[in-house]
């Protein structure tokens, strides 16, 4: 009886530190996000009118670093640059004159993470990740009106450097591959982010620095990334 309690808890011993060998203890990962909005679909939304051209792009990409504490738990960190740029045309008509503008927005992403995993089996997890954000942006919008007077265009560059720092909640999936090698989809559910834009130097427009805060919950693909992890 004693050889066989010996032999179980050896064996328990040895399936253990096999585990531990098997499990992960490291992730690093890359995803990329990209939105094509057309304006003109919401033209009661924005206040535009049937002859009038209004769309963006955003892009963002991001890496990750990460540490598993536990099989279900990780801390780390992400890295990520984000950009957009919207283009608004219309033409002359009886009441409204032409415009031309074009914006876009740059900026770097810098997010200390905490994770919760749950491994529903060897090849599907599922992750909440639970994020502080700190990110700094550049903003900058050109418009060129005619002038119904002068019959000249008229330009002005409004610019401003942004700094935003709050929480995010953002879950996802990692489709494991192989060991060692996944697929991930992750969705930026829930922003709680303070914002403050200044006057940039380039700014021929002067404006007072805003300072606000902004809850928001995405209902939109804008804030759907795929991209690939690797553990070990």
């Given at each position: 009886?004693?050889?066989?309690?010996?032999?179980?808890?050896?064996?328990?011993?040895?399936?253990?530190?096999?585990?531990?060998?098997?499990?992960?203890?490291?992730?690093?990962?890359?995803?990329?996000?990209?939105?094509?909005?057309?304006?003109?679909?919401?033209?009661?939304l924005?206040?535009?009118?049937?002859?009038?051209?209004?769309?963006?792009?955003?892009?963002?990409?991001?890496?990750?670093?990460?540490?598993?504490?536990?099989?279900?738990?990780?801390?780390?960190?992400?890295?990520?640059?984000?950009?957009?740029r919207?283009?608004?045309?219309?033409?002359?008509?009886?009441?409204?004159?032409?415009?031309?503008?074009?914006?876009?927005?740059?900026?770097?992403?810098?997010?200390?993470?905490?994770?919760?995993?749950?491994?529903?089996?060897?090849?599907?997890?599922?992750?909440?990740?639970?994020?502080?954000?700190?990110?700094?942006?550049?903003?900058?919008?050109?418009?060129?009106?005619l002038?119904?007077?002068?019959?000249?265009?008229?330009?002005?560059?409004?610019?401003?450097?942004?700094?935003?720092?709050?929480?995010?909640?953002?879950?996802?999936?990692?489709?494991?591959?192989?060991?060692?090698?996944?697929?991930?989809?992750?969705?930026?559910?829930?922003?709680?982010?303070h914002?403050?834009?200044?006057?940039?130097?380039?700014?021929?427009?002067?404006?007072?620095?805003?300072?606000?805060?902004?809850?928001?919950?995405?209902?939109?693909?804008?804030?759907?990334?795929?991209?690939?992890?690797?553990?070990?």
């Open positions: 009886m004693q050889r066989l309690l010996l032999l179980a808890l050896f064996s328990f011993q040895v399936t253990t530190i096999i585990a531990q060998e098997k499990s992960e203890k490291f992730l690093i990962g890359v995803s990329i996000g990209y939105a094509h909005d057309d304006k003109t679909n919401n033209n009661l924005n206040n535009i009118l049937p002859n009038e051209v209004y769309f963006s792009n955003s892009f963002q990409f991001r890496s990750e670093f990460g540490y598993f504490f536990s099989s279900g738990s990780l801390i780390g960190i992400d890295i990520g640059i984000v950009t957009e919207s283009e608004r045309k219309r033409e002359a008509s009886q009441f409204f004159n032409t415009i031309e503008a074009f914006s876009y927005t740059n900026g770097i992403a810098l997010n200390p993470k905490y994770r919760l995993t749950k491994r529903i089996s060897e090849n599907l997890w599922l992750y909440t990740d639970l994020k502080i954000v700190l990110e700094f942006v550049k903003h900058h919008h050109h418009s060129s009106q002038n119904i007077e002068t019959y000249e265009f008229e330009e002005t560059v409004m610019s401003g450097n942004e700094f935003k720092y709050g929480l995010a909640i953002e879950p996802g999936a990692i489709f494991k591959l192989t060991d060692h090698f996944g697929i991930k989809m992750e969705y930026s559910f829930l922003n709680i982010l914002s403050k834009i200044k006057e940039a130097d380039d700014s021929n427009v002067k404006f007072e620095s805003i300072d606000a805060w902004d809850y928001s919950m995405n209902r939109s693909l804008s804030g759907f990334n795929l991209g690939v992890v690797f553990t070990w």
